[in-house]
């Protein structure tokens, strides 16, 4: 179930613009090294993505 | 079981768009817009959207009420009525008839609220008369 | 189109208990409930131009008693909405009769164009106040770039007063207690309106479910493009489960918990 959200909600995102900023894993709580590797590679392609679009739009109105 | 659907026109402000409420053995059970009106053309704001919530309240008042020692009591409305006028009165006695003022609105008739202004202008004798608008 | 007729044998023939249709009254063609009592009204009975989600009334009546037994007049769409309400248990399929009758666009309601029927065309009044997605069906798609997609939409959800007419009118909509409402997610009485949230969670819901009756759409004071959003979701369901809502008697891929599908999600380097 959580498949078919993810792989939903994901392209739903990419029509409104906002592609790509989401990520599901699967990852046990034995598997620390692999959990380390995923959050580092995730923060880096965030960063790289640039700010949220959203954010910057709720800001100005504030 | 019967159900029916009325055209009314929503009570809320002074726009006047078309509703239709969905009523059931007698028992409004929901509100839709009417979609042939000039007005709104089958559109409501969030207020006319709900209507039906107020009309079936359990809140609403059922009779009218005094206030006896602090506590609310049931009376009648020749009971209420007097106790109103008998109150006005004194406070148009002690301090004058500028010290009343009366709040019309948009949720009652025209011809309620030119009733309401002539009783402040020729009753109390005031020209303090405003509308829920204005606030 | 002899519907009066069949409408009466319906009732006397005790197939159904109440039959909705519509009459005319004071010149507005609104909704009707005829019974057995009435049958005499019967002669009012005609299709209106107009469309009202007659499905939800049918589904309160079903609250207040499972074993009445109703009768529609139906469109397409109509149709289409009730084979969804089949499939997620709002509405017995034994419980209901339906007459089917001419789809739009008809000559008073010139903006129909539902993406089931064919050819497409797109009304006058939709080419002036909304967007003519059948001129140009790819207006807010591939031939933008993220940011533009996102300020195009940005905007045009911007223009919500949050008067949950989509929510109420559309006829698929039935949960008791939605999560529009919960004071964690949208704040009640808050303008304006959580833009993004409040609308992506509708079209999420709106997955597997919607028919494209375009019902929100007409409800909606500041002419959102709602049907456009929930098209497009409804075509990302259709892209990776091969369901559209409302064809037949399968469930909905979003209510079946457990089985295995083959989706695979995009991998984190892509």
Same mark, same amino acid.
Request: aromatic share 8%.
């Given at each position: 179930?959580?498949?078919?959200?993810?792989?939903?909600?994901?392209?739903?995102?990419?029509?409104?613009?906002?592609?790509?900023?989401?990520?599901?894993?699967?990852?046990?709580?034995?598997?620390?090294?692999?959990?380390?590797?995923?959050?580092?590679?995730?923060?880096?392609?965030?960063?790289?993505?640039?700010?949220?679009?959203?954010?910057?739009?709720?800001?100005?109105?504030? | 079981?019967?159900?029916?659907?009325?055209?009314?026109?929503?009570?809320?402000?002074?726009?006047?768009?078309?509703?239709?409420?969905?009523?059931i053995d007698g028992?409004?059970?929901?509100?839709?817009?009417? +979609?042939?009106? @000039?007005?709104?053309? &089958?559109? #409501?704001?969030?207020?006319?959207?709900?209507?039906? $919530?107020?009309?079936?309240?359990?809140?609403?008042?059922?009779?009218?009420?005094?206030?006896?020692?602090?506590?609310?009591?049931?009376?009648?409305?020749?009971?209420?009525?007097?106790?109103?006028?008998?109150?006005?009165?004194?406070?148009?006695? +002690?301090?004058? @008839?500028?010290?009343? &003022?009366? #709040?019309?609105?948009?949720?009652?008739?025209?011809? $309620?609220?030119?009733?309401?202004?002539?009783?402040?202008?020729?009753?109390?004798?005031?020209?303090?008369?405003?509308?829920?608008?204005?606030? | 189109?002899?519907?009066?007729?069949?409408?009466?044998?319906?009732?006397?023939?005790?197939?159904?208990?109440?039959?909705?249709?519509?009459?005319?009254?004071?010149?507005?063609?609104?909704?009707?409930?005829?019974?057995?009592?009435?049958?005499?009204?019967?002669?009012?009975?005609?299709?209106?131009?107009?469309?009202?989600?007659?499905?939800?009334?049918?589904?309160?009546?079903?609250?207040?008693?499972?074993?009445?037994?109703?009768?529609?007049?139906?469109?397409?769409?109509?149709?289409?909405?009730?084979?969804?309400?089949?499939?997620?248990?709002?509405?017995?399929?034994?419980?209901?009769?339906?007459?089917?009758?001419?789809?739009?666009?008809?000559?008073?309601?010139?903006?129909?164009?539902c993406t089931y029927?064919?050819?497409?065309?797109?009304?006058?009044?939709?080419?002036?106040?909304?967007?003519?997605?059948?001129?140009?069906?790819?207006?807010?798609?591939?031939?933008?770039?993220?940011?533009?997609?996102?300020?195009?939409?940005?905007?045009?959800?911007?223009?919500?007063?949050?008067?949950?007419?989509?929510?109420?009118?559309?006829?698929?909509?039935?949960?008791?207690?939605?999560?529009?409402?919960?004071?964690?997610?949208?704040?009640?009485?808050a303008l304006p309106?959580?833009?993004?949230?409040?609308?992506?969670?509708?079209?999420?819901?709106?997955?597997?479910?919607?028919?494209?009756?375009?019902?929100?759409?007409?409800?909606?004071?500041?002419?959102?493009?709602?049907?456009?959003?929930?098209?497009?979701?409804?075509?990302?369901?259709?892209?990776?489960?091969?369901?559209?809502?409302?064809?037949?008697?399968?469930?909905?891929?979003?209510?079946?918990?457990?089985?295995?599908?083959?989706?695979?999600?995009?991998?984190?380097?892509?």
């Amino acid at each position: 179930m959580t498949i078919k959200r993810m792989a939903f909600v994901q392209e739903l995102l990419k029509f409104m613009g906002l592609e790509g900023r989401l990520h599901l894993e699967w990852i046990s709580s034995a598997e620390a090294q692999k959990y380390v590797e995923v959050v580092t590679r995730f923060t880096e392609k965030i960063r790289e993505m640039g700010p949220n679009p959203l954010r910057a739009m709720t800001q100005e109105v504030r | 079981m019967d159900c029916k659907f009325i055209p009314s026109v929503c009570s809320y402000c002074g726009t006047g768009c078309g509703v239709l409420f969905e009523v059931i053995d007698g028992k409004i059970e929901s509100t839709l817009p009417l +979609k042939s009106h @000039p007005v709104n053309q &089958g559109k #409501l704001c969030i207020k006319g959207w709900n209507l039906h $919530e107020y009309i079936n309240s359990y809140m609403r008042l059922n009779s009218p009420l005094i206030k006896e020692e602090g506590k609310f009591k049931k009376a009648t409305w020749d009971e209420a009525i007097t106790a109103t006028a008998a109150g006005l009165g004194r406070v148009k006695e +002690k301090y004058g @008839p500028d010290a009343i &003022g009366v #709040l019309v609105s948009a949720k009652i008739t025209n011809e $309620e609220n030119y009733l309401a202004q002539k009783f402040t202008r020729a009753a109390i004798g005031t020209n303090n008369v405003d509308h829920c608008a204005r606030l | 189109m002899d519907i009066i007729n069949e409408a009466r044998q319906l009732l006397v023939q005790e197939k159904v208990d109440i039959f909705l249709g519509y009459r005319e009254l004071d010149g507005h063609l609104i909704p009707h409930g005829y019974t057995r009592d009435n049958l005499d009204e019967l002669e009012g009975l005609c299709v209106s131009q107009n469309r009202y989600p007659l499905e939800k009334t049918a589904t309160h009546l079903a609250k207040k008693d499972p074993d009445l037994k109703i009768g529609l007049v139906a469109r397409d769409c109509n149709q289409r909405t009730l084979n969804v309400l089949y499939t997620w248990n709002q509405l017995d399929p034994e419980h209901i009769k339906t007459i089917g009758v001419n789809c739009c666009p008809s000559p008073f309601k010139d903006h129909g164009d539902c993406t089931y029927l064919a050819p497409k065309t797109t009304g006058e009044y939709k080419k002036e106040h909304g967007i003519d997605f059948n001129a140009a069906p790819d207006l807010l798609l591939d031939s933008m770039t993220n940011p533009e997609r996102f300020s195009r939409w940005m905007y045009e959800f911007n223009k919500c007063l949050k008067c949950y007419g989509c929510r109420n009118i559309c006829p698929v909509c039935f949960c008791r207690e939605c999560s529009l409402e919960h004071e964690g997610l949208i704040e009640p009485g808050a303008l304006p309106a959580e833009v993004p949230i409040f609308h992506l969670v509708r079209a999420t819901h709106m997955a597997g479910r919607c028919i494209d009756c375009g019902l929100c759409e007409d409800a909606c004071p500041a002419h959102i493009p709602l049907r456009l959003l929930y098209r497009e979701a409804n075509e990302i369901v259709s892209g990776i489960f091969d369901f559209q809502p409302g064809m037949g008697v399968e469930k909905s891929p979003f209510s079946i918990i457990g089985d295995k599908i083959e989706a695979e999600l995009k991998p984190l380097d892509a």
